[in-house]
């Protein structure tokens, strides 16, 4: 198995509008390899979401390549990405998305049950991933008796249950406060070290100089990758 989990070639992305056409991505080329830790950072504007979303198998480019784990996404249908991004990408967002009227451990589970886990494993890795994140005394808390932190790092847990090749994290302190914010890079941190692959979107400084890696994009391209 290759250390290359993803790479793009050349992508390119254009969003076409009956008055004009947006290039939210220029000629982008990236690759990323196992166990990384890597920040995207930028202006508002600048192309991180976008390219989120074609890293996240969300979107497809306009043009160019993209491979993951050596699969040519860029071919692919809607079914192929759902395929992959249901069982090889994890994701957190700011929001942290869960559902209100179930615990947290439901909450970890749902990924496994659209991919017909059985009940018992689903529950086991649900309480493996929770205890990764250290809230193996909140699993029966539904989100609205957890505190932001708590909310952010079952987001994170169920992201993890799939056991995914890389986690794609879009402003994950976003709604935290800055201790509480600290407290979630430093378990993003704890995660990396043991061996995940983390690639997140932030606009603070303070977190991308945690990150390993810092990948800077202005008007659609790539102008500064500290591994470069």
Sequence with gaps: MTDEILR?????????????EVHALRGV?????????????????????TLLNLLGCLDTP???????????????????????RNSQIGFVFQSFNLLPRISARKNVEMPLIYAGVPRAERRRRAEEALAKVRLSHRV??????????????????????TQPSILLADEPTGNLDTKVGGEIIGLLEELNRGGATILLITHDLQIAARCRRTIEIRDGSIVRDSAA
């Design 62 to 84: 306009t043009s160019g390549e993209y491979h993951f784990e050596g699969q040519a996404v860029h071919t692919l249908g809607d079914e192929g990405l759902a395929r992959v």
């Design 140 to 161: 029966t808390h539904r989100p609205s008796e957890l505190s932001g932190g708590e909310k952010q790092r079952v987001a994170i847990a169920r992201a993890l249950v």
């Design 8 to 20: 793009l070639a050349d992508v390119r992305k254009v969003y076409r509008t009956v008055a004009e």
């Design 29 to 49: 080329s990236l690759s990323v390899r196992r166990g990384e830790f890597i920040a995207v950072i930028g202006p508002s504007g600048s192309g991180k979401s």
